[in-house]
């Protein structure tokens, strides 16, 4: 059964740091893994998607890298800012039948002015 | 390009009642899934609908239910409302399954 974890669960930051938030998942047979974005009360932002044969997607100062063999994905937020305070989520598509997306329980981080 | 509609975006209801949710999904998408968000248990799968037909269905009790209409537009039911359906409902829109997926706002729905 696939289980994602994101560490650390909360993470703040003074701004124009470079950050790396984490995620990792259980069984590496997935179809793709998507990073998005919540801010509070509201929904999901779509940030990067990155199928099953790549090794990173690139958005802006936003870089996300998956590494399959070793259960990994990491999203790297360079010279972050106030604006990019939210929860950040991971979500894993499986190979096979069925591929409902399998959630981690998100990074929640604070970018300090 | 218009993006993922969901109505209402609040709802309180009674325990014992039932409940309605819609979602429009952006134009040309077919693809539609349902998640229930809560702070202890996150993001739950529900069940995703495809050229009307539910494709995959998540450990839900029956009580929850959806459809999906010949223009993609879909709803979910819940019926005999418990406290514990209080939560986050959120769509997500895809062109067809396993494509990148685009999430409404959510409906708030509070159980009293």
């Known amino acids: ?113 | 390009k218009a993006g993922v509609t969901q109505t209402p975006r609040y709802l309180i209801k009674t325990r014992g009642q039932q409940v309605t949710l819609s979602c429009s999904p952006i134009s040309g998408h077919r693809s539609v899934s349902w998640y229930q968000q809560t702070p202890g248990q996150g993001l739950q799968f529900l069940f995703e609908y495809f050229s009307e037909t539910q494709r995959n269905k998540g450990n839900f009790p029956g009580r929850f239910s959806g459809r999906q209409f010949s223009n993609s537009r879909s709803e979910m039911n819940v019926s005999t409302l418990e406290l514990g359906d209080s939560a986050l409902y959120l769509c997500a829109s895809q062109r067809v399954m396993n494509t990148e997926a685009f999430f409404g706002q959510g409906t708030r729905l509070t159980v009293v």
Do not use: H, M
């Open chain 1, 1 to 113: 059964k696939q289980e994602v974890t994101q560490i650390p669960a909360a993470l703040s930051v003074p701004e124009g740091e470079n950050l790396v938030l984490n995620c990792s998942f259980t069984d590496s047979a997935i179809y793709n893994l998507q990073w998005f974005r919540q801010d509070p009360g509201k929904g999901l932002t779509s940030l990067l998607l990155i199928q099953s044969s790549q090794r990173e997607q690139t958005s802006g100062r936003l870089n996300a890298s998956l590494d399959k063999s070793s259960g990994r994905s990491t999203l790297y937020i360079a010279a972050s800012q106030p604006g990019d305070s939210a929860t950040y989520l991971c979500a894993v598509s499986n190979a096979g039948n069925n591929r409902k997306l399998i959630w981690g329980l998100g990074t929640s981080l604070a970018v300090n002015p």
